[in-house]
């Protein structure tokens, strides 16, 4: 699978910017708003944004049940931010219906950081990727306050009141960071997930 087709969910959220990142590291892009369009990819990316606001539009437009079934069935799928919000399996400060994908057994801590006054910016280590440490964007993020036996943590805050909040994550073919990879022009993140969706 030279160049495998990855969609980006397209409801709400910073599409183009992932859609850049993909295309850097030698995948294909397509926008996910149907379920006629999540059939024909051979991966997903879930990106930053509002994550109720994103999880309401999948339940009105009658995408959430394709989406959950997609995951279940093997699709690999990375969320940054919001999309990390989607994939867990449980969310704290979240809205009392708020429905996610599950793909990944973790609890997630919605706007952890603290508001958008509160984002910030820090170098994370993070032996999945080669390439030295990683400058992190946050914004209004969340973190991984706990983590099933099953989930690999990749990255975590070392410096300041956040230090060791778990913030990159993999289990099987899912992928969730809290930070925004594709706003830094680091392509290391994406790369990592292209080579799980050839591999997938």
């Known amino acids: 699978m030279n160049a495998p087709l990855v969609g980006v969910l397209s409801l709400q ?6 859609e850049r990142a993909l295309v850097s590291v030698g995948a294909r892009t397509c926008r996910i708003r149907t379920e006629g369009e999540l059939s024909r990819v051979d991966g997903l990316v879930i990106p930053g944004g509002e994550s109720t606001t994103m999880s309401m539009l999948a339940v009105r437009t009658g995408l959430m049940q ?4 997609a995951v279940r069935g093997g699709l690999p799928v990375y969320g940054s931010c919001a999309g990390l919000i989607m994939l867990a399996t ?3 400060d979240g809205r009392p219906d708020q429905q996610t994908l599950g793909a990944l057994d973790v609890t997630v801590r919605r706007n952890a950081f603290g508001r ?5 910016e820090c170098d994370l280590d993070m032996p999945a990727v080669p390439g030295g440490p990683m400058h992190a964007v946050f914004i209004r993020a969340p973190w991984v306050e706990d983590c099933g036996p099953g989930v690999e943590v990749l990255a975590r805050v070392e410096d300041g009141p956040a230090s060791g909040r778990i913030v990159a994550v993999r289990q099987g073919k899912a992928l969730g960071t809290a930070f925004h990879p594709e706003l830094t022009g680091d392509g290391r993140v994406h790369a990592l997930f292209v080579e799980m969706v050839r591999h997938g």
Do not use: A, T
């Not at 959220?13 to 992932?18: F, I, T």
């Open 13 to 18: 959220g910073d599409v183009r910017e992932h």
């Open 66 to 69: 394709p989406l959950v079934d």
């Open 90 to 92: 449980r969310v704290l």
């Open 116 to 120: 958008q006054v509160d984002s910030f």
